[in-house]
């Protein structure tokens, strides 16, 4: 017998799984679902490892239960699902969201132990070469509901997996409107960025928001950077912004790339930024050049909600969120000449073709991306997987 309406949520417990409370689309989505399952009269738990985001699941009404989460190995796995029976049987958890591959595993122990609702979200569409992998990957699809990020995900788990494809549910993440808004971001807001990233008001910025890993595109950027510099406006940069979180060696690649076409003066690595709003107020361009397919791809969907242009690869789920020339633009992936063009046409344009650029992008994202479609959906998707108590 299953639940029928959110209302079945109030005063019940919901206990999401997640490695850790860092940067990224996961953890930011944690943080996000927290709060509306708080806001709909429920009680919200994480258990992760924690990270910088741990004040803001509290601050918004979540508990954090701390744990190693992240790792793999197996003796740990089965420690932390005996970890997760005490912690449902303890809180009278209802319903179990696990974000990642390990913990899922952990996650579907507990929920078979305690005979509570188990869902699972994809934040990526995992490669499987192999048996071995595919069985790891497999604990993703043994929950009650399986979410998507995107349709692309979507796509990726029905030619993967042999889940049945009415326990997958589509729920694309979403921005919160509130928050990306273009009206919200102060002067001071700026000014207060721009001198954190030694930059002037004069400064022309094109922004890279990802975190440096091999696959986000910083290389395919710093070479169509340098293709197009000469063409660009006086005082034009490229910013990354971005942790490297440990991975020294790409940084240190891309500093190399940076070095070699001289371009120090005009590229910089800013790391991790907290007032994203602002960061993409600051923007002339948004890059979002992926060499591999994003499974959603946040920064083209907080930045359209500025009303910034974003470019982006041409694959994954930019495909969903950008409308190719109406909302953004799209090229081709790891195509650095072509990124180098459509960031000169870009620049080339009129204030009016840049202004309805960015209207289009803003109405898309209210339109089939808002953090409230997000959550609601999400809390739907635990109501069709609880379980009647008997």
């Known amino acids: ?100 591959r390990a913990p899922a595993w952990s996650a579907l122990w507990a929920s078979k132990a305690t005979d509570v609702g188990f869902v699972t979200t994809y934040h990526g569409a995992y490669r ?56 919200k971001v102060t002067d001071d807001d700026r000014r207060n960025l721009l001198r954190q990233w030694k930059l002037s008001e004069d400064d022309l910025i094109i922004l890279l928001p990802a975190r440096l890993t091999d696959w986000k595109g910083h290389l395919v950027a710093v070479e169509a950077f340098s293709r197009v ?3 660009l406006p006086p005082r034009t940069k490229l910013v990354f912004t971005g942790d490297d979180q440990g991975r020294t060696d790409f940084r240190a690649k891309v500093e190399r790339a940076i070095e070699r076409h001289d371009l120090s003066d005009d590229v910089l690595l800013v790391g991790h930024t907290d007032n994203m709003p602002a960061a993409f107020s600051l923007a002339h361009i948004v890059l979002s050049p992926a060499t591999r397919p994003e499974a959603f791809g946040r920064v083209a969907v907080e930045a359209g909600a500025m009303e910034r242009v974003v470019i982006a690869a041409n694959h994954g ?6 409308i190719d020339g109406k909302t953004g633009f799209l090229v081709t992936p790891g195509d650095d000449e072509m990124l180098a063009e459509q960031i000169k046409k870009t620049f080339a344009l ?37 379980k009647k108590p008997s």
């Not at 789920?317 to 950008?322: K, L, N, R, V």
């Not at 650029?357 to 609880?386: D, F, N, Q, W």
């Open 229 to 231: 510099r000469s063409d």
């Open 317 to 322: 789920g930019a495909q969903e969120t950008i």
């Open 1 to 100: 017998m299953r639940f029928n309406s959110i209302q079945d949520l109030k005063g019940l417990t919901v206990l999401q799984v997640i490695p850790a409370l860092d940067a990224g689309g996961a953890e930011r989505t944690t943080v996000e679902v927290s709060k509306a399952i708080v806001d709909s009269g429920g009680r919200s738990l994480v258990f992760s490892s924690g990270g910088r985001l741990e004040e803001d699941i509290e601050t918004t009404g979540g508990k954090i239960i701390k744990g190693p989460v992240g790792s793999k190995n197996p003796l740990v796995i089965w420690r932390n699902s005996r970890d997760l029976i005490n912690i449902i049987r303890n809180k009278n958890v209802s319903i179990i969201h696990a974000r990642s």
């Open 128 to 183: 499987a070469v192999s048996a071995i992998k595919r069985f790891y990957n497999s604990s993703m699809t043994r929950a009650d509901k399986v979410i998507a990020n995107s349709q692309f995900t979507a796509t990726r788990i029905l030619e993967q997996t042999d889940l049945a494809p009415e326990k997958l549910v589509v729920v694309p993440r979403g921005a919160d409107l509130d928050r990306f808004a273009p009206h």
């Open 350 to 386: 009129s204030v009016d073709e840049r202004l309805n650029v960015g209207g289009e992008a803003r109405a898309h994202v209210e339109a089939k991306y808002s953090i409230t479609s997000m959550t609601s959906s999400t809390l739907a998707v635990y109501v069709s997987a609880m």
